[in-house]
Structure formats: C-alpha cells, structure tokens
C-alpha cells in the first residue's frame, strides 16, 4: 500500500506545483489546497500504514500494545491540517480583496508595489 | 584589567552627556580616563622588564572554549603605553579641532571606542576576542573616518578602509580558526608551545596567508596599502592617532604577537620580508611627490608600516629591537606631524605645501614641534630616530636573505623619508611668508600640548645616554624579548661606539636626504611621467572589484527576481530536486529502492486511490472553478477515508469538519472571482508540467526509499508507554498536542489567532475607498494607496466637501 500511495503523493504534488505556477490567483489557491493534501499524506505514509488499532490505551491497560498505529505522525498531520486551514482562509480572503482592490486575477499585472492608471 | 579595557566604552556612552555639562571642557575631562590608564599600564614597566607577564582569565563563553583573557607581556605593553599616553593628547587636540563643531560629541564616543577596542586587540591572549576587537576596530574607524559624512569623499573613504580592512578581518579569522584547531587551543600563550606541530602541518602555509592578509589589509601592506591615503578624508586627530599611532600598527601588532607560533620559516621570512619591504619603497617613493600635508604623512605612514613588517620578517635579535624601537619613534613623530598638519590646515586653511611658507613666526609652538619631530624621522644624532636608524641598518646588513639588496631598499627609504621629512617641517614654517586663505595664528592650548610633548619626547628620550639605555632596557628589549620569545638583551647607544658600515651609512642617508630635498621640485618633473603606473595600480582594482560584484549583483537580481511568482517557484523547485537528487546519487540512497515490498492491498483501497486521481485531474482540467472546488474537496474526504483505514481516526474527524469548511468557504468567495480564462501559452504549459513532474518524481522517490527500510523510532515507544502514567491521557495523539508538545500546540493556536485577525482586517480594509465596497466591478481610483498612506488628511477632507 505504501508504494502506491507514494505515487498518489507524487501525482498530487505534480498537480499542486502544476497549480501554483498558473498565473491564476484562483489556480494557486487551489494547488495550495492540493499541496496541503500532498504532504499530509507524505508524513502519513512515512510514519507507516498499519491497519491496527489506533492509538487509544484501553481502561484496562497501563500503555500501549503493539501493533498500534504510530500516534506521533498522527500528531504532526493534526496541526499541519489546522494550520493549513489557517493559511488557506488567510489566502483566500487576501486573493478576494487583492482582486477587488487592483481587479485582475492574473499575476502578470500585480507585480507593482504602487497603484498605477488602472 | 577588565575595566581597565571596557572603561573606554563606559565613558563613550557617557560622553555626550558629560559634554551637555562640559562644554569645551570635556576634553580635558574626557582625556582624563586615558591619562590613568597610562599611568595604570605605566606601574607594568618594572615587572615586565623583568620578565614576568601578567595575565588574566575571565569567563566569557565556556561553552565554546572562549574565554576573555588578558596578557600582559613587553609587547602588549608597550602597545598599551602607546594607545592611552597619545589617545590622551589625541581627546585634548580632538576638543580643540572640533571645538566650533555641533557634532563633537560624536567624536568623543567614536574615539573613545576606538581606544578601547585597541586595547582589547593588544591585550587579548584570545584569538576569538582578539578578532572581535580588531572588528570593533574596523568598525569605529569607518565611524571616525566618515566623521564628515556630509562629503561624499569622506563616505567613500570610509567605505573603502572598511571593506579592505573588514574583508582582511574574516579572511584572518579563517586563518584563526584554522590555527586554533591546529594548535588545540585559542589561548595566544598556548599556542607558544605547539610551535613546531604547526610549523610542520600542511595546513601552516594556508593559515600564514590567510592570517598575514589580515595583518596586510589592516597595516596598510602593499598591495592594499591605498586605502590609508583615503583615509585622510578623516579629520586630523583621527589621522593622528588611528593612521599613525594605532590602528595600522595592529597589523604590525599581529605579526609580531604570532612570530613565536609561526615566525622562523622560509615562507615567513621571503613573505613578510618581502611585502614589507615593497611597501616601504613604493610609500616613501610616492611620499615625496605629494603636496597635500597629509597625503605626504599618509605615504611615509605606509612606507614606515612597511619598514616594520620587513624588520618583523627578518626576525632576528636586531632586528626585532629595531622594530620596536622604530615603532615607538614613529609614533611619536608621526603623531606630533599629523598633529601640526592639522593645526596648520585649521589655522590657516590650507594643507598644500606650495601654498605654505614662513609660517613660524605666527606659528611658533608647531613649528618648533614640526623640527623636533621631523629631525627624529630623519634620524638626526640626539634624537631617538637616530637610534632606530642605526638598528634597522644593522639588522638589514645582518638580513638572512639577499642582505646586500634588502640595505639599498632600506637606504633609498629612509633617504626619501628626511625628504618628506624636510616637505612637511621646513617649507611650510621657513622660507617666504604665503599668504593663507585664513589668517595664520597659533592654535589654542589643547592643540599644542599633543604635537610638542610628542615631538619633544624624541629629543628627551633619545638625547641623552642614560634615557636611551634606560628605554631599551625597560620598553624596548621587554617587547623584543615577548616576540622572540626568549629573553634578550639588546644596549641602546645613543651615540654609535665605533665608526662602523652603519655609521657610513647613516651619513650617507643623511646626505642624500638633503641633497634630494634640495632638487626635489626639478626632480619630481623629472619622474613625473612614471606615474601613469598608478592607473593601473591597486586602487584601480579595488574599484574595478567593487564595480564588477554591482554587475553580478544586478545581473543575479535580475534573473532571480524577476517580479514574477512563477519564476520564483520554478527556481526553488528546480533547486530543490537538482539538490536532492545530486545528493540521493552520490550518497548511493537509490540502491534502497531495491528493498521494496508489497503489502497486501484491498479493493477498497484501491477505488479510493482511483477516486482521488480523478478528482485531482478533474481540478486540474475543469473550467468550471465550482467543479474545480469539488474535486479539491473530494480529495480531502478520500484523504479522510484513508486516515479511517489506517488507524487515525482523529485525524480523520479533524479532516472531514476542516474540509467542510474549506470547501464552504472558498465557495462563498470565488463564487465572486473571474472565471478561469487561459492565461498561458502552450509552451508554457508544457514547461511547467515538466517541472512539476520533476518535483513529483522526486517526492515519490524519497517517499519509496524511506518507506523501504524499517522504522526505527525511539519517541513512538516513548509516548506510549507514558502517556497515561505520566500524563493521565487515553488518546495518545491528544496527549502528545495537550501535553508532551503542548508548546507547539499553544503556537499553532497563535498561527490561527493570527490568520483570523488577518482575515478580519483584511475584510474590514477600505484602502481609502469613498464608497462602501459595491462589488468587484468598481474602478480602480489612480494613487489612493499613496493617498491611503501618506496624507490622510487631504482624502478626509474630499470626504467631507
């Protein structure tokens, strides 16, 4: 299973570079979402695929009993996903009031500091 | 010790305070830190001379091995005596320089820092805090330098003097760390005893060049030499104490403090032999064709640096005692001569010598001074400068290599010296009164007390046997003895004993000195058009260097940041599979593909992974953004579905609500934006695909090496085995964000604060506009960032009319 999705991760990292070099606002938004999904299940895969229990230490037990699937990753993909939407919704809202304000979509005509004749 | 090295910086910071409540007196307060100072280093002389060092060790960073030690030997302490006795006369002569000057006061911190930085340069026994003084001395000299930073010579000079001697500085602490390492220590004295360990490894003649460029570019060597004559956009005191007395002689300093350690060898001996004695020459030889006061000084200064460096190449007994004799008389004249130029050039207005003459009568005090000084830099019997003319001759003619060439160069120096000599004391105080843009009067008190103490100090210790033989003994052979480092003895005469070669050759520079001074207007027309050398001269090279790195620099700039995201994200995706691929090959990591495995895989498995391809070719192919938000979220909800299968059942929860309100969210706003519209070409396209499949090849590689081998994780037992007996929890994954990494956590919730407070300040952002926002179809109004930033008051005010 690790191999197959190491090739679904490459394919959503190809898709997500491919995304980000558009030169829609819109488009980077969207390969940045396809990005976040990428390296989620990159550090998902890396921590190992198991299909056991997961990390949950029953009320009988003093620890956990292998196999167990590895709480760390776990952790690590819960804050990248929370933090992901943070940067997502920060985007998003920055891409809508960048349009408004200088009315184009495409990077080609954003790339003055100073607001010439619109 | 400490405070007798950091009270300079003390009293810096307290120096425009104390002029708030001074005024003009605060020289004379001012200059009261480095007079006890003096006298503080002055109650070392006796124990010293007998041979024992003082030293001491405070803990600076024990973590690294850096410690900040000070020694007190003959050579630092003659430094010391140096640096306090003329920074005191330097404070008083500055306050009366730059009496009628608002930023006085700037000066005062300036050179009371300099002060203080050079004594740590010639106290530290550490090479680490060695370095970050002589920096602190690159730095406060760009300070003092660019002192009128109005003029942009003055900017330029200091720029330049920085570079040279910034860039001299890291190339040394390369040759110091090398050093260190090789020695197994940073202690200066500990390196004494790994003398011939380093002397042996192949590393010596690396760290030689490496160190001995540091001491070049700060002591003004050829070919860096050309940045000293640019320095003298300073004003006068700075040129008296760092151009002469101080700063440039650190260099000196370095190599005579690392003779032991690395001094001896062939290599030290053709190297520093030979810089030094270029420099002398091509000084002294440009000396006497100036007319500027300063730039004359300026040139005898390097030619002066040069004969040190040379007597520090040769290395042997005499030699040694000559250079630091020499050292001391150059100070001294040197010193007072920078002094009177100044005062010359503040009195009357004017520093070029053509236009100077007879000025002793409205002058007399510095003009007395200028004779006294001059006749020790010519080397006249009775004053010191004597004394050191007959040792430098001696040790010249006692030269281990090419003796015979090595005494002519020296010859021709010194002869070329008294010529310079004779332009800077004779003509502009004898002969005709000139008359001088600015009436010619004698400069007040605080600037007459440094040139004539100084100047006069040559005649008092160099005329009579007794102060001759009592300076040798107690400040000259001690230093001698501290570079050597092996006790010495070496008897000043003040007179020679018997009429030997020196003698005859003292006579001879004495002659030649004057008879050149006499057809030196003639003379100079004579060799004039040899000077079309110099446009092709050092300085020439510094320029072209810094014209050339503006060039890459711009040119990189250019490629790099070309204003255009996706070229930017080109750059960084390239570079980071060139860089990880040329890594994976050459670290032979690919061969761990071969350990691949299959697992088992169920049909279920496999329809996710086919949805999630789809729905990733979809977003990449719709032209319908709503579709395009669909796919993206039904790659969210599989990615879910598979934390299901594979055990993270949180994850999946936090996924599934955080996907839902991705998706709701940026329905809500594109439903607001443009439709796509195809921006790129063909070409384009393809380009990029191929780049992006790049970046994605690699990540599939480095995820099938990693997950090929077995995982070897020590924190996974960690938190399991802990989480409900040290931290009460059940869920593992809650435990280790709550509590094991409850900093991240707490971190990670900022991030958040910090998003939402932007989205909300973004939403709320009016930039400047009139009107409530109407919709995405409202005009852009020219300038109202400018407007929105800058004047506020002006759009208010079309507000309310």
Known sequence: MEVILAFVIGALYTAGFYMILRRSIVKLILGLGLLGHAANLMIFTIGRLTRASPPIIGHEGEALHAPFADPLPQALILTAIVIGFGVQAFAIVLVKRAYQTVNTDDFDQMRSTDLQEA | MLLAVLSGFVLALLAPWLYKIGRDATGWILAILPLAL????????????????????????????????????????????????????????????????????????????????????????????????????SVTSYMLIGYYHEKEESRFAALQALLVTGAGGLVMLAGFVMLALQGGSW??????????????????????????????????????????????????????????????????????????????????????????????????????????????????????LGILMMLLGLGSEVAVEAAMVYLVVHSMYKGSLFMIAGAVDHETGERHITRLGGLLKAMPFNGAA????????????????????ELI??????????????????????????????????????????KTPKHAHEAPWSMRLGPITLASLGLILGGLPFTVEEFGKLIASPAASAILAEPLEVHLHMLPVALSTVVMLSAVTLLGGIGIYLIRLPLGRVVAPLN??????????????LDGMMVVAKWQTRVLQSGYLRYY?????????????????????????SAITMTEVYLHEIILVVVILGATV???????????????????FCIALLFVLFGAPDLAMTQFSIETLSVILLVLVLYKLPTFTGFSTRFQRARDLVISLTGGILITTLVLIETALPINSRLTPYFA?????????????????????????????????????????????????????????????????????????????????
């Open chain 2, 721 to 801: 085995e802990n989480s409900l007996t040290l931290a009460r929890g059940h869920n593992v994954v809650n435990v280790i964000l709550v509590d094991f990494r409850g900093f991240d956590t707490m971190g990670e919730i900022t991030v958040l604060g910090m998003a939402a407070l932007g989205v909300y300040g973004l939403l709320k952002l009016r930039l400047g506009q009139k009107s409530p926002d109407k919709g995405i179809k409202q005009p852009v109004i020219p300038h109202r960032t400018e407007e929105f930033y800058t004047t506020p008051v002006p759009a208010q005010e079309k507000v309310d009319s």
């Open chain 2, 370 to 389: 200028a004779v006294l000084a001059a006749a020790s830099m010519s080397g006249i019997p009775l004053f010191l400068g004597f004394v050191a003319k």
């Open chain 2, 393 to 434: 001759y001696e040790a010249t003619l006692d030269a281990h290599i090419l003796p015979l060439l090595i005494t002519i160069l020296a010859i021709v120096t010194n002869i070329l010296t008294i010529v310079a000599a004779g332009m800077v004391s004779l003509k502009p105080f004898f002969g005709p009164p000139i």
């Open chain 2, 618 to 636: 979809l977003v990449l192919r719709t032209a319908s953004r709503l579709t395009a938000v669909a796919g993206l979220g039904v790659v969210g």
């Open chain 2, 187 to 304: 202690e200066i004295s500990d390196l004494f005893a790994q003398a011939n360990a380093i002397q042996g490894d192949a590393l010596y003649l690396p760290i030689l060049i490496l160190i001995l460029i540091g001491a070049f570019t700060k002591s003004a060597q050829f070919p860096f030499h050309f940045w000293l004559p640019g320095a003298m956009a300073a004003p006068a005191p700075v040129s008296a104490y760092l151009h002469s007395a101080t700063m440039v002689k650190a260099g000196v300093y370095l190599v005579a403090r690392l003779s032991p350690v690395l001094g001896g060898t062939e290599a030290w001996l053709y190297a520093v032999t030979g810089f030094g004695a270029v420099t002398m020459v091509i000084g002294a030889y440009i000396a006497w064709q100036q007319t500027d006061l300063k730039r004359i000084l300026a040139y005898s200064t390097v030619s002066a």
């Open chain 2, 569 to 593: 994200l080109i750059i960084t995706i390239l570079t980071t599979v060139g860089l990880a691929g040329i890594t994976m090959v050459s670290q032979g990591v690919l061969q761990n593909l």
């Open chain 2, 38 to 137: 003096f006298g503080y280093f002055v109650g070392f002389i006796e124990p010293v001379a007998h041979g024992e060092p003082v030293s001491y060790t405070y803990t600076w960073i024990p973590s690294l091995n850096v410690t900040l030690s000070f020694y007190v030997d003959g050579l630092s302490l003659l430094f010391s005596l140096i640096i306090t006795g003329v920074g005191t006369l330097i404070v008083l002569y500055g306050s009366g320089y730059l009496a009628h000057d608002k930023d006085v006061n700037r000066f005062f911190v300036y050179i009371l820092m300099f002060m203080a930085s050079m004594l740590g340069v010639v106290l530290s026994n550490n090479l680490v805090s060695l370095f970050v003084f002589w920096e602190l001395t």
């Open chain 2, 532 to 545: 079309a050398v110099s446009a092709v001269g050092p300085e020439q090279w510094y320029k072209w260097s």
